[in-house]
């Protein structure tokens, strides 16, 4: 299957988006309590609540996919309404981005060129740096001999280009994937990233703080429950508790909501992903695709500043897959929050703003995807069973 479109020598164009601003959905419900839901410090429309805490409605489609049949090269097939998120307001105080900031919808899209993916929309310039990495080092001593084992060496982003085995420094509102073989040090890196782990040498610099081994546990754990949202392969939802519950969790932690304040946001936050009518649902009780968006809601619950994503997709069928990737662009491009991905899945890189390879622990090359694009569930299918069909005629043929 060919890559996405890219040129390592070609930075994203922002600028010329001649597409026209989607328009907002607001719910005018009798009886609707209504609050701007705010992520990563930008409004995201009015996700309501009823009197009885249920979430009526958002400003992204419910169920979270993108309108459009397969042909339209859309997204989900099945005539969702198109998921919109509008006219995007930046909270007080948060920088100003362009107020016609959209998720891609069906009127955006164009038929695809290679007819199972079509363009998401890049309507506004990257912001500041949020993550710079500077000489990082792992190594581990494994327990009965002397012999260190290297897991990361050389890993560099900085702001200069890509020279000397240092690449781009990290920015608000890309989406950037780390892909390699397996055992290559990606989720060692991601885990670095995200302060779970300290680099045996070198430092990271999130968010304008500098992160190294002498870094406190105290400093680190408040770093990551107010500023870093985490989605894991295996979701890691705590199984007593609803759906509600495990979002409410990190507000809890953070202690700066109310109750009232915690319930309503975490209510708002399910029906942003498409679980306004799971709430109440155990981990037991939904699909491998619904407990993952449950984990992306709870990401989200603290207006985190960095998303760290470690094979999301990785437990879900092709269908689901696609679903989650577009709720997760959908969100990236709304709210401006900076993703940072795991994936062993070469097809998912469209999605991406960048791409960096890693190979043997270091940083093998990156390459910049000119015309992020979402996959289209039908035509995707198609180009996979016409792969395999492929695939096999070439077994046989070299057996014959």
């Known amino acids: 299957m060919p890559g996405p479109q890219v040129n390592d020598a070609v930075v994203v164009d922002a600028q010329n988006d001649p597409r026209p601003p989607s328009s907002q959905r607001t719910s005018e419900s009798s009886g609707v309590i209504s609050r701007p839901l705010t992520i990563g410090g930008i409004s995201v429309g009015s996700a309501a609540a009823d009197n009885n805490g249920g979430a009526t409605g958002t400003t992204v489609a419910a169920n979270g996919r993108l309108n459009g049949s397969g042909s339209s090269g859309a997204g989900s097939t099945n005539g969702a309404e198109a998921a919109t998120t509008g006219g995007v307001v930046p909270s007080k105080?948060?920088?100003?981005?362009?107020?016609?900031?959209?998720?891609?919808?069906?009127?955006?899209?164009?038929?695809?060129?290679?007819?199972?993916?079509?363009?998401?929309?890049?309507?506004?310039?990257?912001?500041?740096v949020v993550l710079r990495l500077k000489d990082i080092e792992k190594t581990y001593v494994i327990e009965g001999s002397n012999e260190p084992v290297t897991a990361l060496r050389n890993i560099n982003l900085t702001e200069s280009s890509s020279t000397n085995g240092s690449f781009l420094a990290i920015k608000q509102g890309e989406f950037v994937m780390i892909r390699g073989p397996s055992g290559g040090g990606k989720t060692t890196l991601l885990n670095i990233i995200g302060t779970l782990d300290a680099p045996s040498k070198g430092s990271v610099e999130l968010l304008g703080s500098v992160v190294n081994s002498d870094s406190?546990?105290?400093?680190?754990?408040?770093?990551?429950?107010?500023?870093?949202?985490?989605?894991?392969?295996?979701?890691n939802l705590i199984a007593t508790m609803t759906a509600a519950e495990n979002v409410e969790l990190p507000m809890t932690l953070a202690n700066t909501l109310s109750e009232k304040e915690r319930r309503l946001r975490a209510r708002q936050l399910?029906?942003?992903?498409?679980?306004?009518?799971?709430?109440?649902?155990?981990?037991?009780?939904?699909?491998?695709?619904?407990?993952?968006?449950?984990?992306i809601a709870r990401s989200l619950a603290n207006n985190p500043s960095l998303l760290l994503l470690d094979e999301p997709t990785g437990d879900l069928d092709t269908a689901t897959t696609i679903d989650v990737m577009n709720l997760l662009v959908k969100m990236n491009r709304a709210t401006r929050t900076t993703c940072i991905m795991v994936t062993h899945n070469?097809?998912?890189?469209?999605?991406?703003d960048r791409i960096l390879y890693v190979s043997d622990g270091t940083f093998a090359r990156e390459v910049i995807n000119t015309e992020p694009r979402i996959l289209s569930l039908e035509d995707y299918v198609k180009h996979l069973n016409e792969r395999e069909q492929h695939m096999t005629t070439e077994v046989v043929r070299r057996e014959a």
């Open 93 to 128: 105080g948060t920088p100003t981005i362009s107020s016609h900031t959209s998720a891609a919808t069906s009127g955006d899209l164009k038929k695809p060129s290679n007819n199972y993916a079509a363009p998401i929309d890049r309507s506004t310039e990257f912001g500041d």
């Open 216 to 235: 406190k546990d105290e400093e680190l754990a408040e770093l990551r429950l107010k500023h870093l949202g985490f989605v894991f392969q295996t979701f």
């Open 270 to 295: 399910l029906a942003l992903v498409g679980l306004r009518n799971r709430i109440d649902h155990l981990p037991s009780e939904l699909s491998g695709g619904e407990q993952q968006r449950v984990t």
């Open 346 to 352: 070469p097809d998912l890189e469209c999605y991406a």
